[in-house]
């Protein structure tokens, strides 16, 4: 689950933005002031970070004028960032205690037997609604052990509440050390846990593919398709769409396995096709909510854009 804006490059370690106090500002107001009171005061919070996000909003501004095909309004590019804006409240408030149900969206079936059975796994997600709020889904699950692949930032509270909530039931390796990672990588794989990684950011992936997505042919991480044929594993991918402030609909891909004999070739087709057919449901997702893609990111580069900026 990293950061859902990158840190200053500045700054010699990666941070969150805002002050270190922010997240529990956020949940002391929340537990003071009546919603009709907060909300108002998210909004101008809001409009605030949209003024002094100028590279964020320049991302905003792009990813939303190709979802809409036209430039956005000022007041949409404001939305966009209250929409990420209340998926962090609802995250607050998650791991907070605060009742959060999840029901499952047609196509759900294989995820919902897994997280009933348990098992070795991959699981893959975008940075897209509410999919932050998975991990405290599966750490429900007693059964589940679960490592998280993310960047480890500065002012990170929900990765502090996390581990607190789900102790030794929740563990992070983190991208941005990377000798650690891959021992550490190898010795999740040795155990029955889950491991979680996000496929939608590329800067720390060795393996990338090129996808249809938004109109044009983009890259988006392909490593947990090579840990699958590596270790055996089977994929799942999957977001939460909000549906109210105490309710998500789980969307989540069939269940992808590695088959014994099969040729590797053959195998990374399957995977191919795999993640496509789901990223064509996240897109059709964001044509319908287009305010639930939370990179304030450059948005993954199209093959033609790759192709024209190389001398």
Not at 136 to 162: A, K
Not at 220 to 240: C, D, E, W
Not at 275 to 292: D, G, I, M, N, S
Request: net charge positive; charged share 20%; hydrophobic share 40%.
């Amino acid at each position: 689950m990293p950061a859902p804006f990158p840190p200053n490059p500045s700054v010699s370690a990666p941070r969150n933005p805002g002050p270190s106090w922010g997240y529990r500002f956020l949940r002391c107001c929340d537990r003071v002031l009546p919603e009709f009171i907060f909300r108002p005061l998210r909004g101008i919070g809001t409009a605030i970070a949209v003024a002094g996000m100028p590279e964020q909003r320049a991302h905003s501004r792009s990813y939303l004028g190709i979802v809409f095909g036209r430039p956005p309004t000022l007041a949409e590019i404001w939305r966009h960032f209250f929409e990420f804006e209340e998926a962090l409240m609802t995250k607050l408030r998650v791991l907070n205690g605060c009742p959060h149900q999840t029901v499952y969206a047609p196509g759900a079936d294989d995820f919902r037997a897994w997280l009933e059975t348990g098992g070795p796994a991959l699981l893959g997600t975008f940075h897209v609604g509410v999919s932050d709020l998975q991990g405290c889904q599966i750490g429900g699950y007693r059964h589940h052990q679960v490592y998280v692949v993310r960047q480890r930032v500065g002012n990170s509270h929900d990765t502090d509440q996390l581990a607190a909530r789900f102790g030794d039931r929740l563990r992070f390796i983190w991208v941005n050390e990377p000798g650690a990672m891959i021992h550490e990588l190898k010795e999740a794989a040795a155990t029955p846990a889950a491991i979680a990684l996000q496929c939608d950011r590329f800067e720390h992936s060795s393996r990338t593919e090129e996808f249809e997505f938004l109109g044009a042919r983009r890259a988006f991480p392909f490593t947990i398709y090579h840990l699958a044929l590596i270790f055996g594993r089977p994929v799942f991918l999957s977001v939460g769409i909000p549906d109210g402030p105490k309710r998500a609909v789980l969307h989540a891909s069939p269940r992808f396995d590695p088959q014994p004999g099969e040729t590797r070739d053959t195998a990374l087709v399957r995977a191919r096709e795999h993640f496509q057919e789901f990223l064509r449901r996240v897109e059709a997702l964001l044509r319908a909510q287009p305010y639930l893609w939370f990179n304030f990111t450059p948005l993954n580069p199209s093959v033609s854009a790759t192709a024209q900026s190389k001398p």
